[in-house]
């Protein structure tokens, strides 16, 4: 429908340039007249339209405001938004000891995630993962470096503020989020990311990761510290001076089909290698303030269209899997292969 939509308003465009350039080439029709021509045609087909559009999702919004099990698909801040997300009774400034989940940019990539099972190849160490649901195993421990320890009481913590280098352990397992010069399971060029180690154990340089900001949503944050939901940033792998990324694409079976995550060699600064912290728990901090944790209407409003828009790039066949009722563009002008119909009576 929506495709119908868009090329109904591409037909009425196109007839309209037609007509404005026919405009163009009549000597009556002044300058003047000609701009009020243009200028109608833009408010009525173009702004119009839009602003119509754009008051529905105003409607959809204030009667959907309540969180729901589809959450993990959306954006952090278009979560917290939600009445119920539990997204906004959450610490602002993130600082060493603290648990967090990190969500990618990336959209579909989901969670960063481990698991106890390991890759069957190449290293062989503990699979890292991104996963889309709520779970345990995609919480984080945010930590110095081997060797150095930090505060833990509300006048001695530290903030992790941007450029810092950290250790992200995993709460489930113990395991550090690590990279080496392995290639990736699916996408070779890029270096594996697995979990390795045991938090305390086996200090290796491939356990540290900087902290690299990219953007910040937030306002007054004169330290640069890594906030929850409203920081986006880079982990730059100190050793391999590659950074974390969703690849976009999913791992093997032996994986859960899950996304697959690397270390990107060549350092691809899109939005897969962007992170935000999405879940944050400390009981050292209070929460933030109402409406910190929150993003704009028209954040929302993008990041809601993209999000329909990738539903319905994914409503395509199996391809390895054969239909024979299937039709494909080409064949739907000259109405070379039927219609799929489940029966012939007139209940079906």
Not at 159 to 176: A, P, Q
Not at 257 to 271: A, F, G, I, K, T
């Amino acid at each position: 429908a929506k495709w119908v939509g868009f090329l109904a308003v591409a037909l009425v465009g196109l007839y309209t340039i037609y007509e404005l350039y026919d405009l163009f080439g009549q000597k009556e029709v002044g300058i003047i007249s000609h701009f009020w021509h243009w200028a109608t045609r833009v408010v009525a087909l173009v702004a119009i339209p839009v602003a119509i559009y754009m008051l529905c999702f105003v409607v959809h919004f204030s009667l959907l405001y309540k969180s729901g099990p589809g959450d993990a698909e959306m954006d952090s801040l278009f979560q917290a938004g939600l009445q119920g997300s539990g997204l906004q009774n959450q610490p602002l400034d993130v600082a060493y000891g603290s648990k967090i989940t990190l969500k990618s940019a990336h959209p579909g990539a989901g969670l960063l995630h481990s698991h106890t099972d390991a890759y069957p190849d190449g290293s062989k160490q503990q699979q890292i993962t991104g996963y889309s649901h709520k779970d345990a195993n995609n919480d984080w421990i945010v930590k110095k470096v081997h060797g150095q320890s930090f505060g833990n009481t509300t006048d001695t913590i530290e903030f992790v503020k941007n450029g810092d280098i950290v250790r992200l352990v995993h709460e489930r397992t113990s395991r550090n989020l690590h990279s080496h010069a392995v290639a990736g399971h699916v996408s070779k060029r890029d270096w594996e990311v697995s979990g390795y180690g045991m938090d305390g154990t086996y200090p290796d340089i491939n356990d540290h990761w900087r902290v690299e900001v990219v953007e910040e949503l937030s306002k007054n944050n004169p330290e640069h510290r890594l906030r929850t939901l409203a920081t986006r940033f880079r982990l730059r792998h100190v050793g391999q001076n590659c950074v974390l990324r969703a690849s976009g694409k999913s791992l093997p079976q032996w994986a859960w089909r899950q996304s697959e995550m690397v270390c990107d060699r060549r350092n691809h600064l899109d939005e897969k290698t962007l992170w935000n912290v999405e879940n944050h728990v400390n009981p050292l901090l209070p929460p933030a303030e109402p409406n910190q944790l929150k993003g704009s209407f028209l954040r929302n409003f993008v990041r809601l269209n993209l999000a329909m828009a990738r539903s319905n790039n994914a409503l395509t066949p199996d391809k390895d899997k054969f239909d024979a009722l299937a039709s494909s563009p080409q064949d739907w002008p000259i109405m070379r292969l039927g219609m799929r119909m489940c029966g012939w009576e007139d209940g079906e």
